[in-house]
């Protein structure tokens, strides 16, 4: 089970957007994650190689925890707000919640629930 601290720690990162340094501080060496029910992905090496393709795409990004935060033993939920602007010019926006287990201070296990209509890129309308 997390800490306050550490969960607070690690929520400052991702508001940051410093979604690689989240990763590599914050999830086991084998943890899974996985994108609604898609396979998961296996191990924070490819969890951090798929958050480098991820912002190679980016031009700025807003991530925003929206509490509170709910803690029950070693199980985290986290809802998240993004806003992708890509280099492309589109935007996405984002709402998930975060479904976590943690062992001791890492995320071993990470499922993200989201509308996947969301994740199509839009132009945004100018006023």
């Known amino acids: 089970m997390p800490t306050k601290e550490t969960l607070e720690k690690f929520i400052a990162r991702v508001e940051a957007n410093a979604h690689i340094e989240a990763v590599e501080e914050f999830y086991t060496e084998d943890s899974t994650m996985q994108e609604n ?63 976590q287990r943690w062992e001791g201070e890492r995320i071993a296990e990470e499922t993200f629930f989201y509308d996947p209509a969301q994740r199509l890129p839009r132009v945004e309308e100018k006023y």
């Open 37 to 99: 029910t898609e396979p998961p992905r296996f191990g924070r090496d490819a969890h951090i190689a798929n958050e480098r393709k991820v912002m190679a795409r980016v031009k700025s990004l807003k991530s925003k925890c929206v509490r509170p935060v709910f803690v029950e033993g070693d199980k985290v939920v986290v809802r998240w707000i993004f806003r992708f602007e890509w280099l492309d010019g589109t935007v996405t926006n984002m709402e998930e919640l975060a479904y």
